[in-house]
């Protein structure tokens, strides 16, 4: 059977097998909460548009904004991810360059939305989780960092529910007008990285 999206991210659903069974070796069992997203990391802008194109061909809608310097696109797919155990994700955080620290790259990590108990489980948990993201006031995901740079978060709601509790709607393909892509300059010289 034929996959497009895994044509284009890879083995999604051995991704979330995988991190599923990590869970599982550190006492965190997900099966009772809904997946929110997938987020994919992308080495260079061109790819980003090229991945974000062949995405959006199966998506129903998109929203791009500007995060941590550069965009960012949700990609609200038509038919969700099917990734076993009757699990779905409906929803794709595809990330451009420039990453603020080491990441893996391609399919980086997935968001269990565990809601309003998301505290409790945090502390319930806290052995074993690496930290949290203070992103905004309606995003502060908990997470585990993994040894080969890979993570899973925690949230109290889906990315798509932060979108919309801050104005934002997916209603069509929207992309940011007018980005051009930075090239950098660090202390050991340019990054060539985006171009």
Excluded: C
Aim: no cysteine.
């Amino acid at each position: 059977m034929v996959d497009p999206v895994a044509d284009v991210i890879g083995d999604y659903a051995g991704f979330v097998a995988r991190q599923g069974a990590r869970l599982r070796e550190r006492g965190i069992d997900i099966s009772a909460y809904e997946l929110g997203h997938l987020a994919v990391r992308v080495p260079e802008w061109e790819l980003y548009v090229h991945q974000r194109t062949l995405l959006e061909r199966h998506a129903v809608a998109s929203f791009e904004n500007v995060w941590n310097g550069r965009p960012i696109s949700l990609i609200l797919l038509a038919e969700p991810l099917r990734v076993g155990g009757g699990k779905e994700i409906p929803l794709i955080e595809l990330i451009p360059p420039v990453h603020q620290r080491v990441y893996k790259m391609g399919m980086e990590h997935f968001g269990v939305v565990i809601g309003d108990d998301v505290d409790a489980f945090s502390r319930q948990h806290r052995a074993v989780l690496t930290g949290q993201q203070f992103q905004n006031e309606w995003n502060e995901p908990y997470y585990i960092l993994f040894e080969d740079f890979t993570h899973v978060k925690f949230h109290r709601r889906s990315l798509r529910a932060v979108v919309e509790l801050q104005g934002g709607a997916f209603d069509g393909i929207n992309h940011v007008e007018g980005w051009i892509p930075q090239r950098l300059v660090t202390a050991t010289g340019p990054d060539p990285l985006p171009r």
